[in-house]
T-cell receptor
Framework: ETGVTQSPTHLIKTRGQQVTLRCSSQ?????VSWYQQALGQGPQFIFQ???????GRGNFPPRFSGLQFPNYSSELNVNALELDDSALYLC?????????????FGPGTRLTVT | AQSVTQLDSQVPVFEEAPVELRCNYS??????LFWYVQYPNQGLQLLLK??????LVESINGFEAEFNKSQTSFHLRKPSVHISDTAEYFC????????????FGTGTRLQVTL
């Protein structure tokens, strides 16, 4: 059974650019959640996708957008990058969108904005 | 709104000593509670969770946590720590009956030394 994978591992971008981060969910999981973890902080919920539809969103501006594909993999897109977007971006997959389902986290993508 | 407070940012402890990592949450509704562990340069791993039933929950590697509704706490304990327990520990909460949006605390760095 393959776990949650994310790509790329590390990324360096310039302020104002756009970035796309990718996540492959664990086999059999139809739900993907994205979190932003700034240095020294706990992860913060960005949004969740359940069966290709957005199923909840945290307090992030619209320049953070996402997508889930029919195979339940997902992308996180961030436009007009700002310095404060530098963080570890974590993807988590689960069997369903409800709170009782355990979330399995990937290793993350480290984004640095200069 | 949900919030999680982890009172200690760092907890140094000697190997084989007991440890308690504190977590308090604020919520006006029923919650699910989780402890996650993060090793350096890795994603989050679920350590244990409280959904319902017995207020004392245990992990396979000797950690336990007790849900205390009156004190809105979910402290993590281990009677004897090992060097390999050195990691960042995050407490998280989510509402019952809703999408699995996890709200995390800021984390506690457990540093085990000889």
């Amino acid at each position: 059974e393959t776990g949650v994978t994310q790509s790329p591992t590390h990324l360096i971008k310039t302020r104002g650019q756009q970035v796309t981060l990718r996540c492959s969910s664990q086999s059999g999981h139809n739900t993907v959640s994205w979190y932003q973890q700034a240095l020294g902080q706990g992860p913060q919920f960005i949004f969740q996708y359940y069966r290709e539809e957005e199923n909840g969103r945290g307090n992030f501006p619209p320049r953070f957008s996402g997508l889930q594909f029919p195979n339940y993999s997902s992308e996180l897109n961030v436009n007009a990058l700002e310095l404060d977007d530098s963080a570890l971006y974590l993807c988590a997959s689960s069997l369903g969108g409800e709170a009782t389902y355990e979330q399995y986290f990937g290793p993350g993508t480290r984004l640095t904005v200069t | 709104a949900q919030s999680v407070t982890q009172l200690d940012s760092q907890v140094p402890v000697f190997e084989e000593a007991p440890v308690e990592l504190r977590c308090n949450y604020s919520s006006s509704v029923s919650v699910y509670l989780f402890w996650y562990v993060q090793y350096p340069n890795q994603g989050l791993q679920l350590l244990l969770k409280y959904l319902s039933g017995s207020t004392l929950v245990e992990s396979i590697n000797g950690f336990e946590a007790e849900f205390n509704k009156s004190q809105t706490s979910f402290h993590l304990r281990k009677p004897s720590v090992h060097i390999s327990d050195t990691a960042e520990y995050f407490c998280a909460v989510t509402y019952t009956g809703t999408a699995s949006k996890l709200t995390f605390g800021t984390g506690t760095r457990l540093q085990v030394t000889l």
